[in-house]
């Protein structure tokens, strides 16, 4: 008489191959192959136990690399006996799918169970650590994989690098890095990307180039990590050099590079890299189109921008954003308004981006009464959808518009303490409409959150200035020279030979610094 136990088993197995996308070739082969274990174990009884526990452990990875996760699962906690190649399947796809707690606890049990795990599965808990930011969990599985030698393996190691370069100090990180035996091309670039972080622009480009090999994702890395933080000619000389050197630009790099082309309106050379994604890409792919929207949208291009958005063969919020905000940013809100009400399909749900940008086109247009009730409107439907930056963007129309006792109100009635954008919005009205008396009273709040504020200083001294009121200026500006305060020196760039060349004031840095001086001289004395 056949086990009840076993009986099931074969059950659940025999549904989890007929529910794994293979040819009938290869289901015949899997059922035949079960069929010979079971007479098999007849007669071979303990022998066999151990090849259902093989099949078990065949199905187990299949499952999860199929729809049939769920059942991959319970057929794991029924299984027999356990290895560590399906208990690390099963934490792998869990960490996937961002259960990272349960692919936590699937570990302990493996420790529990003395089921050693391997490197693939220190790699997986480790990242499972810092996805749930739990340092304290990630340096106890760091000891734990040090303990049995696996801490220097490239691909645990990699991941404990991770860990530290995102959620401790990067002295750690390094440490890690010199620790991991043969570091490879991630290793490489997980510390890049802590440097980069930590804005140790250096440090980064130091270890990019003494990497042994490249790849597009570190190329990548480079180049995000330097428009993220606001070098924006850095981001695009290095895609340039990228090109140079023969790489190819994946999906992902073209955003990059075009968000800091448009950082500092570089719109030749943003051309110039659409033309690249062209030929590159083909299909340039819906996340490198809205990149393009919003590239020319903020060049100030929106005849490009729209051409762009009008060809895309289909649209999400984001290429509706783009273009939206690109209208609006350019002053031409009745068109960005006019697009807001063009989104009708249901998927298209509008959200806080989408909002910012309509309450800004009324900001540039002066349509106070309409940015009211698009605001109202959003707060009664959707109360999570406001931002402290949608707040701020009110208080700046009614302050520009001259709305000083409405600004006034909605700063006393805001949800939160106001930061200082707020205040600076509402010096920004002040100064336009000569209300010194609130001017000064922002500025005090401003100066009170962040006493070393110069911007703060140098409107409200120009506000005097405007006003003809010199003594005050000339108090203000003491004030600033005693606390050693200067303001920020502008800069300008321009565009040659593909390459972007940043000048600021008294500029002593740039390479052809001597010439341009010289240049310069001589035109001052004709």
């Not at 802590?194 to 990497?211: I, N, P, R, T, V």
């Not at 490249?214 to 695009?236: D, L, P």
């Not at 308004?337 to 909002?355: E, G, M, R, Y």
């Not at 010199?470 to 050693?484: A, D, T, V």
């Amino acid at each position: 008489m056949c086990n009840p136990t076993k009986a099931h088993m074969k059950s659940r197995i025999c549904k989890l191959l007929l529910s794994q996308p293979i040819s009938n070739t290869q289901r015949q082969a899997s059922t035949l192959c079960y069929s010979h274990l079971i007479e098999t174990q007849k007669s071979h009884g303990r022998e066999i136990k151990l090849g259902i526990s093989a099949v078990e452990s065949n199905i187990v990875q299949s499952s999860c690399e199929s729809k049939a996760f769920s059942d991959a699962h319970q057929l794991f906690d029924e299984m027999s006996d356990w290895d560590v190649v399906s208990a690390t399947t099963i934490i792998s796809r869990f960490a996937q799918r961002h259960r990272h707690k349960e692919a936590i606890s699937l570990f302990s049990t493996m420790l529990v169970m003395n089921i050693r795990p391997n490197e693939f599965t220190f790699g997986t808990v480790i990242h499972s650590s810092t996805a749930l930011r739990d340092l304290n969990l990630g340096k106890q599985l760091h000891a734990c994989a040090a303990k049995i030698d696996l801490a220097s393996n490239v691909f645990v190691g990699s991941a404990i690098l991770d860990l530290y370069a995102k959620l401790s100090t990067i002295e750690e990180a390094q440490r890690a890095f010199e620790d991991t035996h043969e570091p490879n091309v991630v290793s490489y670039t997980t510390l890049i990307c802590g440097y980069l972080k930590k804005e140790m622009f250096d440090d980064a480009f130091g270890l990019f180039q003494a990497m042994p090999e490249r790849n597009v994702v570190s190329w990548n890395a480079m180049i995000g990590g330097h428009s993220q933080t606001g070098h924006n000619e850095e981001a695009v000389n290095l895609f340039v050099e990228m090109l140079r050197e023969g790489f190819v630009p994946s999906q992902s790099t073209f955003p990059c590079a075009m968000s800091a082309a448009a950082n500092i309106a570089a719109l030749g050379m943003g051309r110039s890299f659409h033309a690249c994604a062209i030929k590159f890409l083909g299909d340039l792919g819906m996340f490198v189109a809205n990149s393009l929207v919003s590239f020319y949208a903020k060049c100030g291009s929106m005849e490009d921008s729209f051409l762009v958005f009008s060809k895309l063969p289909e649209r999400n919020i984001v290429s509706w954003n783009a273009l939206i905000c690109g209208y609006a940013q350019n002053g031409r809100g009745r068109e960005a308004i006019d697009l807001f009400h063009k989104i009708q399909h249901p998927s298209l749900q509008p959200n806080s981006v989408t909002l910012l940008g309509v309450l800004l086109a009324c900001n540039h247009v002066g349509l106070v009464h309409e940015g009211y009730s698009y605001f109202n409107q959003a707060r009664l439907k959707d109360p999570n959808m406001l931002k402290p930056e949608h707040y701020a963007c009110m208080v700046d129309l009614l302050s520009r518009s001259g709305h000083f006792q409405e600004a006034g109100r909605f700063i006393h009635d805001l949800p939160f303490d106001p930061g200082i954008g707020f205040w600076k919005s509402l010096l920004g009205g002040c100064l336009i409409h000569s209300n010194m008396e609130l001017g000064e009273l922002a500025a005090t709040k401003i100066l009170a959150l962040d006493p070393g504020d110069v911007s703060s200083y140098v409107m409200l001294s120009n506000a005097h200035s405007a006003a003809g009121r010199w003594q005050s200026m000339s108090m203000i500006r003491q004030e600033m020279r005693e606390k050693g305060m200067k303001r920020v020196p502008g800069c300008s760039w321009i565009e040659i030979e593909n390459r972007i060349h940043v000048f600021g004031t008294a500029d002593r840095t740039h390479s052809k610094k001597d010439e341009i001086y010289t240049v310069l001289t001589f035109f001052l004395n004709m």
